[in-house]
Nanobody, 122 residues
Framework: QVQLVESGGGSVQPGGSLTLSCVAS????????MGWYRQAPGKQREVVAN????????NIADAVKERFSISRDNAKNTVYLQMNSLKHEDTDVYYC???????????????WGQGTLVIVSS
């Protein structure tokens, strides 16, 4: 079973920074895409940033595009989300995501971490 383990969440004041880490139990090249989503109570889970593991442009949500960045360390099977200039509205549970897409839909798989809580408050 694939496992995605997130860490790095916590409480921070507005304007502060946090770095989230997602460690996968397998090489990130086992997946077609990896990234981060977030979800606030009563709201739908939304993509924050993701990328194709084989290369190509990354996708970052407009709401955080100028403040967040995503990176990876292939040797450590780890994906990072660097969050700067945090705002109150960034308060959410953040989830690591990995996707595989086969030539047949029956081989498609989605994997999720358990989530790490980020609270931005004065």
């Amino acid at each position: 079973q694939v496992q995605l383990v997130e860490s790095g969440g916590g409480s921070v004041q507005p304007g502060g920074s946090l770095t989230l880490s997602c460690v996968a139990s397998r090489s990130i090249f086992n997946f077609n895409t990896m990234g981060w989503y977030r979800q606030a109570p009563g709201k739908q889970r939304e993509v924050v940033a993701n990328f194709a593991t084989g290369g190509g442009n990354t996708n970052i949500a407009d709401a955080v595009k100028e403040r967040f960045s995503i990176s990876r360390d292939n040797a450590k099977n780890t994906v990072y989300l660097q969050m700067n200039s945090l705002k109150h509205e960034d308060t959410d549970v953040y989830y690591c995501n990995a996707e595989t897409h086969g030539l047949s839909p029956k081989y498609d798989r989605s994997y999720w971490g358990q989530g790490t809580l980020v609270i931005v408050s004065s």
